[in-house]
Each structure stands twice: as structure tokens, then as C-alpha cells.
């Protein structure tokens, strides 16, 4: 039985977030392939269509740098709470479009949203949740784009069914709108603000109340003191103000390196239509295979993290699937090469078969661990913005995926594959030299036997970790940080 059950129901509503990302991403690319759409809207070329997908990437780069500029002025729920409102207005002039202009407007407006709520799902989920279920807890951002993904997906398969004309469209435009309102009921209702957050702007009193609501698993003694280490970790670290990202880096360069890296690796994973369509594979075909993606990514997102990132680890998740990875993409690349120009019904399947082993081992292995682990390894006073940064990288490398794949898949074919392949293998050399373990560590006697606070992963980076009711030293932060380790440490978070 899951002993922080308020947690859970907060961190399912707060994945709503996530869920508007891959649901909001996903409904688009099905909508304008309907010849309804196109009929309505004047046979646009492929330029102002490809602007339907370009300017939605470009408001969730803006969405992420509002998220870097005022997400901490306004607080998680009121900035969630803002995107929220946002996301339904453009989800209803994207449904309600009577031309292009009107339809790009509702697609950055809903793009500005989903990029400043998705990057600060993950930190919310990070704050509230126990050291021992925050693999599960965090994870659930990750569970979130996947069902909103394989939504996506069922929702364009099945409305390749519709009667033409513009229901097949306005509908699953249409079907944004609830999880917004949904979201925000919820933010206004019983979803607590950030205790961390709360301590940060002064509120300690309110803070404490917070922290042991969503720590019902504890004993009043065991409350006071890990919020009393918490509280003291953050005030130290707000003893300075941190202005600029080069100050960010100056003070914790390992952390601040990390964090982006953890972000941008998930850019290999794709939507595998193009492949499809290279294997003459039929439309309504490519949308049910397109739904079953989905679903895979889905259930062994959810299955996965029910059991690996709290017991094996967050390092050896993100090292076994990007190993995954590189082969499924190797062997993607051979079975293109050797049976998309031939008739050989069998190979054609084999080649199928890669793309499903690719989506399990990505979101079963690296999906929920992107979405937590950056927003796990910053401290709290830069946390938001370093993962606005981390989502802006993100979102830049997004859009260079997606303009440069059917373009390079038609020109080199197969072989853009190895482009994957070759990122993915630094980033695998990255994980293995600087990503600290997170993972719980048994028989830790500080706060708890089976893992570390949010606070005590400042140590796993040479950091100072402050005791409760230990004085702080004016300037102790640099030469704490100066000390820190330059090697890998194999530590456990």
C-alpha cells in the first residue's frame, strides 16, 4: 500500500501538465493531416502547415524562458495556475479557428502554456514528495506525456473514422479543454504550495503545516526534523543572491552542467511515422500503429516506474536505456537499408518490431528520469530557472529535430539514424563520468534509512549539506563548492 497517499493524488492531478505537453504536441500533427482541415483552411502550402507545428515549439521556448523569469516570483501554484488559464484559451481559439492566422494564435498561446507548465511539473513533484518515493512521485511527469501521447494518438486514429467535414478536426482540438480546468480546480482546491517554496519567500510557519500534511508517513518527531534540515540547507543557500547564470555556474558547476544534460538527451526519441511511411506502410495503418506506439510508451512508462527509479537507480536507468537505445537505433537503421525498397512483408515487420522495442526501452528507462533528475540535483534557490533553461534546450533542439528529420530521412535515408546513434553514445559517456547515483542507500543514518532529501543531494557534488541548528558562515558557499569533486562519485541519492 502506498503509505503518502496525498502525495499520490497530487502528484496524478499535477501531471496533468505533462499530459496537456503530449496530448496538445501529439492532437496537432493528426488534425492537420485531415483533408477537412486543409479544405477549410484553403489548401495551405507546406510551408504556413509546417508553421503550425514551428510556432507552437517557438511558444514553448518562450513559455520556458517565463518560466526562468517569474515562475519563482509568482510561486509553483500561481504560475501553474496562470498556465492553466492560458492553455484553455488557446486550446479554445485553436477549436473555435476560422483561418490560419486565428489557428496559429491558438497554437501559440496553448505552445507558450505547456512550455512553462511542463518544465515546472517536475520541480513541483520533486518538492513534494519523500526521499523514498520521489523516483515514483517525480516519475510521474514523465507517466503523464506518455498518456497524453498515446490520448493523442487514439484520438487521431479514431477520428480517421469521422464523416468529412470539420467535426474531424474541431473534436480533438476540442478535447484539450477539460485537463486545463481540470488542473486548475485542482490548484485551487487541495494541491498544497511547494513547503521548500514557502520557506524560500518566509512562510515558515505555513511551510511546516504544508510539509507534514503531504508527509502523513512520518512521526511528528521525524517531521520537525527533516523540515528543520530543510529549512536550514535553504536558508543557507539563500544567503547569497544568485542574479546571473554565470554566478549559477561559478557556485555549482557540476549541478548546473548536469541539469541541461539530463533534459536534452531525450531528443532521440520521435514519433516513428516517417519510418512508416519509408516501409509503405498505409495512413490509417500508420495511425493505428501510431496508437499502439503510444500505448507501449505508456504502460511500460507506468510499469517501469513502479519499481526502478527508488530501488535500481536513476544512473543505471538512464545508462541501461541509453545503451537500448543505440542499439534499437543501429538495428532500425539496418532493417531500413535492407527491406524498405522490397516487397518482403516480413521484413518490413522485423522493422516494426525495432521501433516498439525502441519506445519501451526509452520510456520505460530514460522518460520519467529526465523529467526528475534535473530538477532533483540543483538546489532550491535556482532550481526553476535551471530547469526553464533545461526545457528552452530542450525545445531548441525539438525544433531542430523536427525540421531537419523528414528532410534528412528523404535525403540520407537510413542513415540519419547514426546521427541518434552517435549523440546518444555521448551522452551514455556523459551519464558514466559525471551523473552522481540516485538510488536510495540503505543504512543512511541521517534523516532516514532508505534515502536522502532534497537537500542532502548538495554532498553528492562536494556541496555543504547544513545540520539543523548549525550556523551558517558568511561566504562559506564558494569555498564549500570550490572543494567539491571534479571525478565521477558514485553516490547514492
Known amino acids: 500500500m502506498f503509505e503518502d497517499r496525498f502525495a499520490l493524488i497530487v502528484g496524478i492531478t499535477a501531471s496533468i501538465g505533462t499530459f496537456l505537453y503530449g496530448f496538445d504536441t501529439g492532437i496537432a500533427t493528426t488534425t492537420i493531416a485531415h483533408p477537412s482541415w486543409r479544405a477549410y483552411m484553403g489548401n495551405p502550402t507546406n510551408g504556413i502547415t509546417g508553421a503550425v507545428v514551428s510556432t507552437y515549439i517557438a511558444g514553448e521556448a518562450i513559455g520556458a524562458v517565463f518560466q526562468i523569469l517569474i515562475a519563482d516570483r509568482l510561486?509553483?501554484?500561481?504560475?501553474?495556475?496562470?498556465?492553466?488559464?492560458?492553455?484553455?484559451?488557446?486550446?479554445?481559439?485553436?477549436?473555435?479557428a476560422q483561418s490560419i492566422p486565428m489557428f496559429l494564435v491558438g497554437r501559440i498561446?496553448?505552445?507558450?502554456?505547456?512550455?512553462?507548465i511542463s518544465g515546472t511539473v517536475p520541480v513541483y513533484l520533486s518538492e513534494?514528495?519523500?526521499?523514498?518515493?520521489?523516483?515514483?512521485?517525480?516519475?510521474?511527469?514523465?507517466?503523464?506525456?506518455?498518456?497524453?501521447?498515446?490520448?493523442?494518438?487514439?484520438?487521431?486514429?479514431?477520428?480517421?473514422?469521422?464523416?468529412?467535414?470539420?467535426?474531424?478536426?474541431?473534436?480533438?482540438?476540442?478535447?484539450?479543454?477539460?485537463?486545463?480546468?481540470?488542473?486548475?480546480?485542482?490548484?485551487?482546491?487541495?494541491?498544497?504550495?511547494?513547503?521548500?517554496?514557502?520557506?524560500?519567500?518566509?512562510?515558515?510557519?505555513?511551510?511546516?503545516?504544508?510539509?507534514?500534511?503531504?508527509?502523513?508517513?512520518?512521526?511528528?518527531?521525524?517531521?520537525?526534523?527533516?523540515?528543520?534540515?530543510?529549512?536550514?540547507?535553504?536558508?543557507?543557500?539563500?544567503?547569497?543572491?544568485?542574479?546571473?547564470?554565470?554566478e549559477m555556474f561559478k557556485l555549482y558547476r557540476r549541478r548546473v552542467a548536469v541539469c541541461p544534460d539530463s533534459d536534452v538527451r531525450d531528443r532521440s526519441?520521435?514519433?516513428?511515422?516517417?519510418?512508416?511511411?519509408?516501409?509503405?506502410?498505409?495512413?490509417?495503418?500508420?495511425?493505428?500503429?501510431a496508437a499502439v506506439w503510444g500505448t507501449c510508451a505508456f504502460v511500460s512508462n507506468v510499469i517501469a516506474i513502479n519499481y526502478l527509479p527508488d530501488r535500481w537507480g536513476r544512473r543505471k536507468m538512464l545508462l541501461a536505456?541509453?545503451?537500448?537505445?543505440?542499439?534499437?537505433?543501429?538495428?532500425?537503421?539496418?532493417?531500413?537499408?535492407?527491406?524498405?525498397?522490397?516487397?518482403?512483408?516480413v521484413g518490413k515487420a522485423f522493422a516494426v518490431v525495432g521501433i516498439f522495442v525502441f519506445v519501451i526501452c526509452y520510456y520505460a528507462l530514460i522518460n520519467s528520469v529526465t523529467w526528475l533528475y534535473g530538477a532533483e540535483v540543483v538546489p532550491m534557490s535556482i532550481r526553476s530557472r535551471m530547469v526553464g533553461l533545461s526545457a528552452v534546450a530542450h525545445y531548441v533542439v525539438n525544433v531542430g529535430i523536427?525540421?531537419?528529420?523528414?528532410?534528412?530521412?528523404?535525403?540520407?535515408?537510413?542513415?540519419?539514424?547514426?546521427?541518434?546513434?552517435?549523440?546518444?553514445?555521448?551522452?551514455?559517456v556523459i551519464v558514466y563520468m559525471f551523473f552522481p547515483e540516485s538510488e536510495s542507500r540503505q543504512g543512511q543514518v541521517l534523516v532516514y534509512a532508505n534515502g536522502k532529501t532534497l537537500e542532502e543531494i548538495?554532498?553528492?557534488?562536494?556541496?555543504?549539506?547544513?545540520?539543523?541548528?548549525?550556523?551558517?558562515?558568511?561566504?562559506?558557499?564558494?569555498?564549500?563548492v570550490e572543494k567539491g569533486h571534479s571525478a565521477h562519485v558514485d553516490v547514492k541519492v
Open 458 to 480: 548538495a554532498a553528492s557534488f562536494g556541496d555543504k549539506v547544513i545540520e539543523a541548528g548549525e550556523p551558517i558562515v558568511a561566504g562559506e558557499s564558494y569555498s564549500a
Open 75 to 96: 510561486g509553483r501554484k500561481r504560475f501553474m495556475q496562470l498556465c492553466c488559464i492560458l492553455v484553455t484559451i488557446g486550446c479554445i481559439v485553436q477549436a473555435a
Open 321 to 345: 536505456g541509453l545503451s537500448c537505445v543505440i542499439i534499437t537505433e543501429i538495428y532500425c537503421a539496418v532493417m531500413q537499408r535492407e527491406f524498405q525498397y522490397t516487397n518482403n512483408r
Open 109 to 116: 498561446l496553448a505552445g507558450i502554456a505547456v512550455g512553462a
Open 269 to 289: 526519441e520521435r514519433n516513428p511515422a516517417t519510418l512508416y511511411k519509408s516501409l509503405g506502410i498505409e495512413a490509417q495503418t500508420i495511425l493505428a500503429l
Open 128 to 246: 513534494i514528495s519523500s526521499p523514498k518515493t520521489r523516483g515514483f512521485i517525480g516519475g510521474l511527469g514523465g507517466v503523464g506525456l506518455s498518456s497524453g501521447t498515446m490520448t493523442a494518438n487514439w484520438v487521431g486514429y479514431a477520428c480517421g473514422y469521422a464523416p468529412y467535414g470539420a467535426i474531424q478536426w474541431r473534436l480533438p482540438l476540442a478535447m484539450q479543454l477539460p485537463w486545463g480546468i481540470i488542473l486548475f480546480i485542482g490548484l485551487s482546491t487541495y494541491m498544497p504550495d511547494s513547503p521548500r517554496q514557502l520557506v524560500q519567500k518566509g512562510r515558515v510557519d505555513e511551510a511546516k503545516h504544508v510539509f507534514a500534511r503531504i508527509r502523513s508517513d512520518l512521526e511528528s518527531e521525524e517531521v520537525q526534523r527533516e523540515f528543520g534540515i530543510m529549512h536550514a540547507q535553504i536558508e543557507y543557500e539563500m544567503q547569497r543572491k544568485i542574479l546571473t547564470f554565470g
Open 402 to 428: 523536427t525540421q531537419a528529420g523528414p528532410t534528412a530521412f528523404a535525403n540520407i535515408h537510413e542513415n540519419y539514424y547514426y546521427v541518434f546513434v552517435a549523440c546518444c553514445a555521448c551522452y551514455l
